[in-house]
């Protein structure tokens, strides 16, 4: 059981480029969400998804596109690489978004945009 | 605004020994409250998920309080082991009646050594 995966683990990018971070479940699991962590800062949520077809935008999703056409998958899109967008991402996903239920988190991809 | 707001930052403690961690919050309207464990490198990893009814909750050697009259948690580790070393996070989910809305704190770093 992989539970939830995320590819590429590191990644650098040149100002202005974009690109796709990859994450995708094997649970089953109707939510999904993208977060970011940056040093002295508690994980942001970017966007997240209640189910295939449907994704919505959470606290900061500027410069950030999601799609989620099957339950397994949810990948992140970076329109235009930026250096605010050094960071490291995070996947995660949970049975449902409404339940006391705990998020399995993959193991992050390390981005950093010069 | 509602925050989650962890002390210490960091601690540095011998191998065996007990510590507490702790967490103040002003969400509201509270639904739940977790404790992530988040060695270096890797992604969180739930501890304990805690509604306003349970005061107490256990996983092995952690311990997981809350008083929602105070909004206080606390994390207790006993008898601590090198691999207890890493980050711990306090989170807490908002009860808006969409789907998870999740306040991350900034964690805790502990250090056992020899």
């Known amino acids: 059981n992989a539970g939830v995966t995320q590819t590429p683990k590191f990644q650098v990018l040149k100002t202005g480029q974009s690109m796709t971070l990859q994450c995708a479940q094997d649970?089953?699991?109707?939510?999904m969400s993208w977060y970011r962590q940056d040093p002295g800062m508690g994980l942001r949520l970017i966007h997240y998804?209640?189910?295939?077809?449907?994704?919505d935008q959470g606290e900061v999703p500027n410069g950030y596109n999601v799609s989620r056409s099957t339950t397994e998958d949810f990948p992140l899109r970076l329109l235009s690489a930026a250096p605010s967008q050094t960071s490291v991402y995070f996947c995660?996903?949970?049975?449902?978004?409404?339940?006391?239920?705990?998020?399995?988190f993959g193991d992050g991809t390390r981005l950093s945009i010069l | 605004k509602n925050q989650v707001e962890q002390s210490p930052q960091s601690l540095i403690i011998l191998e065996g020994k007990n510590c507490t961690l702790q967490c103040n919050y002003t969400v509201s309207p509270f639904s739940n409250l977790r404790w992530y464990k988040q060695d270096t490198g890797r992604g969180p990893v739930s501890l304990t998920i805690m509604t306003f009814s349970e005061n107490t909750k256990s996983n092995g050697r952690y311990t997981a309080t809350l008083d929602a009259d105070t909004k206080q948690s606390s994390l207790h580790i006993t008898a601590s082991q090198l691999s207890d070393s890493a980050s711990y996070i306090c989170v807490v989910r908002i009860n808006t009646g969409t789907a998870s809305k999740l306040t991350f704190g900034t964690g805790t770093r502990l250090q056992v050594t020899l």
């Open positions: 995660a996903s949970s049975l449902t978004g409404y339940s006391n239920q705990p998020q399995h």
């Open positions: 649970m089953n699991h109707e939510y």
């Open positions: 998804s209640v189910g295939a077809g449907i994704t």
